[in-house]
Structure formats: C-alpha cells, structure tokens
Antibody, heavy 117, light 111 residues
Framework: EVHLLESGGGLVQPGGSLRLSCTAS????????MSWVRQAPGKGLEWVSR????????YYADSVRGRFTISRDNSEDTLYLQMNGLRVEDTAVYYC??????????WGQGTLVTVSS | FMLTQPHSVSESLGKTVTISCTRS????????VQWYQQRPGSAPTTLIY?????PSGISDRFSGSIDSSSNSASLIISGLKTEDEADYYC???????????FGGGTKLTVL
C-alpha cells in the first residue's frame, strides 16, 4: 500500500524559508514522478511542482518558479520542497503525491504552511 | 488551457448526479482526465484516472467519461449517499507545457 507522509510545515514570516519533506513507502520510489500540490484555506487545488523519478527534470507553476525548488533523495525514498522568499499567498496545506501518467494519483495527508508576520 | 466546473451541484439521496468539466482550448481527448474527491478536512483521493478507470477500492457507483463534441469530461455518481458530500476536482496533464491543470472544484450536496 502506498503511504506518503509530509512534514516540515509551520509558521514562517514573509520572506522566510521552509523545507518540506515527504517520506514514501509501499512502492519503488525511484521509478515514479512525484508532485507537490497545495490548497489555500477555503480554495481549490493548485499544482506546485513535479519531478521525474530520477530527478533529472523538474517543472514548476508560474506562481512559485524561481522561489521553490523540488528535489528528491531516492536512497531515502524522500521528496523535498525548498521554499524561499515565502509570501502570504503561499499559505496553504501542501500535499505530496505519487504520479501516474503525468498526474497526481496517490496523496499524502498534507502539511500546513502559514506565512504571516 | 483551463478546466471549468460548476461551483456546486445538489441531488437527492439515491439519485444520480453528473459533474461536468469543460476544457477551454485543445481537445479534451488529447490528455487523460482525472477526478478527485475531497471530503471536508481530508486529503484528496483519486476516484477516476485516465478518463474512465477506477483505482482498486473505489466503488463502481463512480464513473467517468469524456465527450469530444462538448469538449468536456463528466463524473457520474449513482445511488447517491450522504457520504458522497464532498468537493470534486477534475484534472488534466498539459504535456507540451509540462503543467498539471486542475478545475476549480464542485461542491456536491446530497439532499
């Protein structure tokens, strides 16, 4: 059974940084692309970033490009999201997801990031 | 491209409801459509993938289809139960631009 556990969320001031982690189990992590998807309070789902299984390619939403960096450690079955230059509008629950044919398929429970002074 | 869903739908217990997802440009059939259910306070779960496929464990009360004539996808939920009250999102992968596109979500109320 696929299991994804996010961690690293919390309260951070505008302009600050945070690194999210997502620990995976139940599947061969290195063979699957992974994504981060976020959901602002009371809003819909917004795709953030995606990385190929080997880490060779990554893609970003326009809203985070240049500020966020997705990465993975296949030896540790862990996905990361380094978030710099955080803004109030980045406040959201961040979900990691195992991809299938380019789309999120299995989801974690999420971690809350709050950007506020 | 964008995916447009109705903001909300409602239907009675035991009935069938259809939630639409209209693609603004490009052919709906050119990229797989996924559907997700999100109950209040919970993470999303995948109901339908690759237009009409159900993951193991998902009830056959849920089905998906696409219609090229209206350039839209549909999620059909039959035999409505109170537990079906949730938000539902459609999604496509825009391969050429390497982005994932979500619809705005539809809130389902079971009367």
């Amino acid at each position: 059974e696929v299991h994804l556990l996010e961690s690293g969320g919390g309260l951070v001031q505008p302009g600050g940084s945070l690194r999210l982690s997502c620990t995976a189990s139940g599947f061969t992590f290195s063979t699957y692309a992974m994504s981060w998807v976020r959901q602002a309070p009371g809003k819909g789902l917004e795709w953030v970033s995606r990385i190929f299984g080997g880490g060779e390619r990554s893609y970003y939403a326009d809203s985070v490009r240049g500020r966020f960096t997705i990465s993975r450690d296949n030896s540790e079955d862990t996905l990361y999201l380094q978030m710099n230059g955080l803004r109030v509008e980045d406040t959201a629950v961040y979900y990691c997801a195992k991809d299938s044919t380019g789309s999120p398929h299995s989801w974690g429970q999420g971690t809350l990031v709050t950007v506020s002074s | 491209f964008m995916l447009t869903q109705p903001h909300s739908v409602s239907e009675s217990l035991g009935k069938t409801v259809t939630i639409s997802c209209t693609r603004s440009s490009g052919n709906i059939a050119s990229n797989y459509v996924q559907w997700y259910q999100q109950r209040p306070g919970s993470a999303p779960t995948t109901l339908i993938y690759e237009d009409d496929q159900r993951p193991s464990g998902i009830s056959d009360r849920f089905s998906g289809s696409i219609d090229s004539s209206s350039n839209s996808a549909s999620l059909i939920i039959s035999g409505l139960k109170t537990e079906d009250e949730a938000d539902y999102y459609c999604q496509c992968y825009d391969g050429p631009n390497n982005v994932v596109v979500f619809g705005g979500g539809t809130k389902l109320t079971v009367l």
